[in-house]
């Protein structure tokens, strides 16, 4: 097995990950043994952007018309009864 040694870390890093080695009853080792295989194992995989989610999710509901209202034609108010 590699040894890894990382010098200078920061204080509040190091409280965060005292956090997590206590939100998962790990030890400090460990807790950082999961980061990096974490962090290795994601190398490659991109997540879709927001407008690719977005359309993702209504793709199947039927919209196939064109939205004339939200292609330069302004909206009008509502009225109030004024």
């Known amino acids: ?3 890894v040694i990382v010098c200078n870390i920061e204080d509040d890093i190091n409280v965060l990950l005292k956090v997590r080695t206590t939100r998962h ?3 400090m080792e460990e807790e950082v043994r999961q980061i990096l295989c974490n962090a290795v ?3 490659g995989q991109t997540r879709p952007g927001l ?3 977005i359309a993702a999710r ?3 509901i039927g919209l196939t018309e064109p ?3 939200l292609h330069g034609n302004p909206i009008e108010p509502m009225g ?3």
């Open 58 to 60: 209504f793709e199947g």
């Open 67 to 69: 939205l004339t209202e």
């Open 80 to 82: 109030f009864g004024s």
């Open 41 to 43: 194992s994601n190398v």
């Open 51 to 53: 407008g690719s989610s």
């Open 1 to 3: 097995m590699t040894q």
């Open 25 to 27: 009853g790990w030890s």
